[in-house]
């Protein structure tokens, strides 16, 4: 199984240089200790009242341009961009720069978008219908895939449009850089299985036997559907301790002692997660594991039981894993120290 780092929505802070030095170190690390690649969040402003509003707040098209000048060998992608406020040509301009600077390293997350108010202070009208959104979001692809392959692009779609354009250079990687999206709607599944190579699923629902089957229908529909291959990956936190105790007591001090319930719950709101009929509890458990790492599913235990729980993971089915980490360097460091080695015994490395 493969293992990426996301940086969750660490690209804020009070100096620019310190954020992306920050930034710089994780992915070094991860390059450094075998991690398959590096993602980060493709925002404009503070999302969910995370730090102040007016904070500055790094782009990341141009952290993941300065991340390809200072790494080697470790992929490097968005989870995800929106198309909505960019003009797809110029995201494909953007993405086949950033492809060259990497030497042949980038994926291209790409999503539908969910945040109103970072729409309306860039000057883009916001769709409310996701459905509208992800047509949007397929029209894109499809105009920055021949803008990726075709010597001119003249494309005229309901949303976007460009009239015997040129790209040059071209993306490095043949015929383009990997596609990657994040949608869980039956509409959003139907265009991963159709444009992209990898699909995230959420493996927080249900039992051993639910997961399974939801990342095995999502492999169906793109092979019977469209006679595509597509990797399916999931994102989880680990919450590390010298024993259960130790790890358990840590989850609950930075989550419930010290986590930013409003925030979190704003977070959850303004994506629209509180809008699909789930219970109260639901919700609560939900905004639990997004200040616990940013929704992924808790790995929470010693290192015997995060490497059970890796290995869990992949039983399932998955291709890959992205982890993330409360305390984050100080948690990566510990994990190459004390818990690759187990990975590596049991045969998940």
Known sequence: MKFGIHNPSWLFGPDPAEIFEAVKTKAQWAEDHGFTWFSVMDHLIQIGNVGAPDEPFMEGWTVLSGLAAVTKRIRLAT????????????????????????????TFGIGAG??????????????????????????AVRLILSMWTEKR?????????????ILEPKPLQKPFP?????????????????????????????????????????????????????????????????????????HHEYVHEKGDWVAAT???????????????????????????GWGGLPLIGTKEQ???GLATMSKLGLDGVVVSWPRYIDDMRIFQRVTLPLLKQAGLR
């Open 79 to 106: 989870l995800v961009s929106s198309v909505h406020y960019r003009n797809p040509a110029h995201l494909a301009k953007i993405a086949a720069g950033v492809d060259q600077i990497s030497r042949g390293r980038l």
């Open 114 to 139: 969910w945040f109103e108010t970072e729409y309306r202070q860039y000057g883009w009208e916001f769709p409310s219908r996701p459905a509208v959104r992800i047509r949007q979001m397929e029209e």
């Open 153 to 165: 692009t003249t494309f005229k779609g309901k949303y976007f449009h460009a009239e015997n354009a």
């Open 178 to 250: 990997a596609v990657m999206n994040a949608g869980s709607s039956e509409t959003g599944r139907d265009y991963a299985a159709k444009y992209c190579d990898v699909a995230f699923v959420n493996t927080n629902r249900g039992d051993f036997d639910f997961k399974k089957a939801q990342i095995d229908s999502y492999r169906k529909l793109a092979r019977e559907e469209y006679g595509r291959e597509l990797q399916i990956w999931s994102h989880a936190y680990i919450v590390q301790g010298e024993t259960e105790q130790e790890a358990r007591d840590y």
């Open 266 to 292: 704003n977070l959850v709101e303004t994506m629209g997660l509180n809008t699909q009929g789930r219970t109260q509890e639901a919700l609560r458990a939900m905004t639990t594991h997004f200040i616990g």
């Open 306 to 308: 995060v490497v059970d």
